[in-house]
């Protein structure tokens, strides 16, 4: 397990906050694909995603995703208590020029955040991965529609070309 020190030192590495900022966009996609396979058609799919979802922040798309009638509650619930944690760290990694031991400690006693640093960097890793699961899981559960596996795809081939537009840019 990681001290606070530790974590509190973490924060000064410039790999360590790239690490969580990259993270945390990539959740941040993947919230935003599943909220708009949620409410848009497929037609209107891009234009949520480019225009409506990126006004929401972090925060605002975690709570309206803890707000929508999933049935898989167990699976809702973990995916959302995953997305807090992980915001967590982005808005410090992100905000903070500097975090004091205290700040850690303070990190360290949230469960969700503690269980991150278990093994560190393998335990950051492997949460960040369950997390895009369970998000995936549930937009491909049946609240989402019969068709949500295939928009999944399509969304995640914009993904990549996005990625690859932006690569050679």
Known sequence: MITDSELAALFASPAFV???????????????????????????LNTALDLLLPELTFGR????????????????????????????????AAHSWTVSRAKARELLSDQAIRALFVT????????FRLTRRRLTR????????????????????????????NASA
């Open 120 to 127: 560190y960097p393998v335990s950051l890793e492997t949460g």
């Open 61 to 92: 798309k975690i709570e309206l995703l803890r707000k929508l009638p999933l049935r898989h509650a167990k699976s809702h619930r973990d995916a959302i208590a995953s997305l807090k944690a992980f915001q967590k760290l982005r808005n410090l």
């Open 138 to 165: 549930l937009r491909q559960s049946k609240a989402f529609g019969a068709d949500a596996r295939a928009v999944s795809q399509q969304l995640d081939m914009r993904a990549v070309e996005l990625v690859l537009e």
């Open 18 to 44: 790239g690490t969580v900022l990259r993270f945390g966009s990539f959740l941040d996609y993947d919230l935003d694909c599943l909220i708009a396979i949620y409410f848009a058609r497929g037609d209107r």
